[in-house]
């Protein structure tokens, strides 16, 4: 009787394992080079880059001297402001659940950065373990960190592209048949606009990806605002060590929803974007120097 049972467990167990293999087959993840036969450049650490400045303003590991260098110099402009980096993160958590609760189960996160604790697909798979989410950065050191920290989550993958190129990146065989475009997408663009300079058409760029998107889509992003004294200063500092970086207005951060049904409160202050607590107003200036929204498209 009992050998009769532990086989009817086994077969039972067998036939699980199958089930969850057909869910979640194990992907070929030679398609992670940014071109087919492409070999993933050599991380250049004599130059800062935008994805590990961010990784060092959140206390992260994945970063050089030449990085910590760049938050140094904010620091003796405004040391309150850089704080601004984790007030960002905590932005994009709050967004992303929303998002996963309201039903969107595949995420586009464009100059999304070194995937670290809290990041995209750990938020929306605690919602949603069946979530996909793609990274796209332009650095190599996301493309080496990622796939080494996601090589078991079948549902997420690190794309090496320039965001600023939208055809490219929307037709990458990386994207292409991993999201559903005739479906509803969580884009995510967040702090990576105040890195595309005006005359690069920041506005067209999101109309790209943002027209590619079904009915029901989310556009989240977030932007360094010009609202801090000190704001001028540091928008020379971004220039000077990464050689762009552009505040805006809150109507010009506005603006780039035009198009899109704005999700309530509109664009705001970080701080006060749904938060999960009361806030304690006036916001310092790591709360006003960042700005951010949620919009949908509806049609």
Not at 16 to 38: C, I, K, V
Not at 283 to 293: Q, V
């Amino acid at each position: 009787m009992a050998d009769n049972a532990d086989r009817a467990e086994n077969s039972v167990n067998d036939q699980d394992r199958a089930a969850s293999q057909e869910q979640e087959p194990d992907y070929d993840w030679s398609w992670a080079d940014a071109e087919l036969g492409y070999e993933i450049p050599e991380i250049d650490t004599s130059k800062p880059s935008i994805a590990r400045v961010y990784d060092a303003a959140l206390g992260g590991q994945d970063n050089y001297p030449v990085d910590r260098e760049v938050l140094e110099a904010a620091l003796k402009i405004n040391p309150v402001a850089i704080r601004s980096a984790r007030v960002n993160r905590d932005f994009l958590v709050r967004g992303v659940r929303h998002l996963a609760e309201q039903g969107i189960d595949q995420f586009l996160d464009l100059g999304s950065g070194l995937p670290t604790a809290q990041n995209t697909h750990q938020v929306a798979q605690e919602v949603n373990p069946r979530a996909r989410v793609v990274y796209v950065d332009n650095d190599p050191i996301v493309l080496a960190h990622g796939q080494a920290l996601l090589a078991q989550n079948s549902r997420t993958r690190v794309l090496l592209a320039d965001l600023m190129d939208p055809a490219k990146v929307l037709g990458h065989p990386g994207v292409e048949g991993f999201i559903d475009f005739s479906r509803p997408v969580g884009l995510l663009m967040v702090a990576v606009l105040h890195h595309i300079l005006d005359e690069e058409d920041p506005a067209g760029i999101v109309k790209a990806y943002t027209g590619r998107l079904a009915p029901g889509s989310h556009l989240l992003l977030s932007h360094f605002c010009n609202t801090i004294p000190e704001a001028k200063a540091l928008e020379e500092n971004l220039v000077r060590s990464l050689g762009r970086g552009k505040m805006r207005s809150q109507e010009e951060i506005t603006a780039f929803l035009d198009g899109l049904e704005p999700v309530e409160p509109g664009v705001v202050a970080l701080p006060l974007w749904r938060p999960d607590e009361p806030v304690r107003e006036p916001l310092d200036e790591s709360g006003m120097i960042i700005f951010g929204g949620l919009a949908r498209k509806t049609a």
